[in-house]
């Protein structure tokens, strides 16, 4: 206890320094470091709720709580009778963030539009070739390939032209990590001073927080954009700061203390205690998540399906759910969570069983099973609270069939960047949806485009991906939801991955905040939230 205590005041200390006279701060107990301050570079929650969702703005976007696009940067838009042309009208009036490094001289337009995603997708752009970075959820959801051209027509009208339909795109636009529009100027900035990089160490955004400064595993600081343009949904705090604070049972002593006002992803075990105390209010919705175990399909054992099957067959998912989620997930059938719609009902999990599970592994030709490794998570997901824990239990479920795992991990950084080159076996992972459009999650987690970003198990089935291809086409939602059903099938016969449990999403904050929603989506954002 009194090492705690010490850690607690020192950490206090830390977080409020240089900020004692500010007259309302909002403290948010992070669970990581970003990876950087381009969001456009990462697939994790972490780097997006640390810049996207609170630094910049897009075309379209998610109202706080809510799940459908709606007018951001661009106040409305046109989609021509083909599918094909989507004209945005763009707003008037936005300031750009004026920092201590940036000092802009216009407002937000349309160059700025067309830099954005000219940066995304064209590899001979000059940002391009002075930084050279992959933008890994661009090319995921296929946009790198589908959006054809996208043109000025004069200072707040933009055109952007697809190669086929793509009934998901306002949607997909609308995702902070793949449409958060960038300043033209700032960039160019950069570029003359020989500093590229920089625009992921010290970014400009029009959002409604301003970045100030940053300490690696510390903290982040914001303060708030007081010329911000939804004046509906304005910062209702002078400073915000990110308290990162890896150990979820300090954070929860953090907000128990009034260190932080909000944090993330408690431990199950204390979500109970934490609404019997009078100063903590947990938020709580249904979880739009679910946690993984992706197999490499394009590696030896894991190209078969008899093994992939097996190991599924042999996995005590009841028992994870019990021990690893207490009380706070669900059994998870399928790729995608109960609540997305398309979501197929008549898919069961497979019922635990050992037995068949080593007829399966003969089958495939290991009749005395196989030595393989298991990455497990290096810190905690909304989808998975506790990976290590996890990946024991599935070693000890796979040894009774004869599969020894060895288990190992990275930092959190290193191992999505491992993943995403492939060099794994097994890999344990997971997703919050992003746009609720079920191609969020088959397409970006297990589809042929994704190969080499999210999807970790380097899955390209011709059947599964050719219904994704003629979903994605089609704006009927009856038609689509039967097409994704179908790719559920798909999925559950060939199992490149274990689907294992979806997590209630509970957010403790103390009792004196108000105005913060959960968001469906799993960001953090703190427009219309303060402190009384």
């Not at 989620?325 to 999990?349: D, R």
């Amino acid at each position: 206890m009194k090492k705690t205590s010490t850690i607690l005041v020192a950490s206090l200390l830390m977080v409020f320094a240089g900020t004692a006279h500010a007259a309302n701060t909002l403290v948010y107990c992070s669970e990581g470091s970003p990876a950087g301050f381009d969001s456009a570079q990462y697939t994790a929650g972490t780097d997006f709720d640390a810049s996207a969702n609170n630094i910049f703005n897009t075309l379209l976007q998610f109202p706080r709580g809510e799940t459908k696009a709606a007018p951001g940067l661009a106040e409305s838009f046109d989609v021509s009778d083909d599918g094909l042309v989507y004209t945005f009208h763009l707003r008037k009036g936005v300031k750009w963030h004026t920092t201590r490094y940036f000092k802009p001289t216009r407002d937000f337009n349309a160059d700025d539009v067309v830099f954005t995603f000219d940066r995304l997708a064209n590899k001979e752009n000059p940002f391009n070739k002075a930084y050279p970075v992959e933008f890994p959820y661009f090319t995921d959801m296929g946009l790198d390939k589908n959006i054809k051209r996208v043109e000025k027509i004069d200072d707040y009208t933009v055109k952007f032209t697809l190669n086929k339909n793509d009934a998901s795109f306002t949607q997909t636009i609308a995702m902070p990590m793949v449409g958060s529009i960038y300043s033209k100027e700032y960039a160019d900035k950069l570029l003359a001073d020989g500093k590229a990089a920089m625009i992921n160490q010290q970014p400009v955004g029009t959002g409604p927080f301003i970045f100030e400064r940053y300490q690696k595993d510390a903290v982040i600081r914001y303060k708030a954009n007081k010329e911000y343009w939804d004046k509906s949904d304005m910062p209702l705090v002078d400073n915000l700061i990110f308290a990162i604070t890896k150990d979820a049972s300090v954070r929860y002593q953090k907000v128990k203390a009034g260190e932080c006002h909000v944090m993330s992803y408690p431990l199950p075990a204390d979500v109970e205690n934490m609404k019997k105390d009078k100063g903590i209010n947990v938020l709580t919705i249904p979880g739009f998540n679910v946690g993984m175990i992706y197999y490499n399909t394009e590696k030896t054992p894991f190209d078969k399906v008899d093994v992939r099957v097996a190991l599924d067959t042999a996995i005590n998912k009841q028992a994870i759910i019990d021990a690893v989620y207490g009380g706070q997930g669900q059994l998870a059938p399928n790729p995608m969570p109960p609540t997305q719609w398309s979501f197929n009902k008549e898919i069961k999990v497979r019922d635990y069983d050992p037995e068949k599970a080593k007829e399966l592994l003969a089958k495939a030709g290991f009749p005395d099973g196989f030595e393989a490794t298991l990455w497990s998570l290096p810190v905690q997901r909304p989808y998975n609270p506790n990976g290590r824990l996890m990946a024991e239990l599935v070693q000890a479920d796979w040894a009774k069939i004869g599969v020894k795992v060895n288990i190992t991990t990275f930092e959190w950084a290193e191992y999505l960047k491992r993943a995403k080159a492939g060099e794994h076996q097994m890999v344990m992972a997971g997703w919050t949806g992003d746009n609720g459009d079920p191609d969020n999650w088959l397409g970006n987690l297990f589809g042929c485009e994704a190969v080499g970003g999210s999807n970790y198990s380097r899955y390209c089935y011709e059947p599964f991906q050719k219904l994704l291809t003629e979903a994605r086409q089609i704006s009927d939602v009856a038609e689509r939801t039967k097409l994704y059903e179908q790719a559920q099938v798909v999925f559950h016969e060939q199992m490149p991955g274990s689907p294992v449990g979806t997590s209630i999403v509970n957010v403790p904050t103390t009792s004196n905040v108000e105005g913060f929603k959960v968001s469906p989506l799993g960001a953090f954002q703190f427009t219309g939230v303060s402190v009384k």
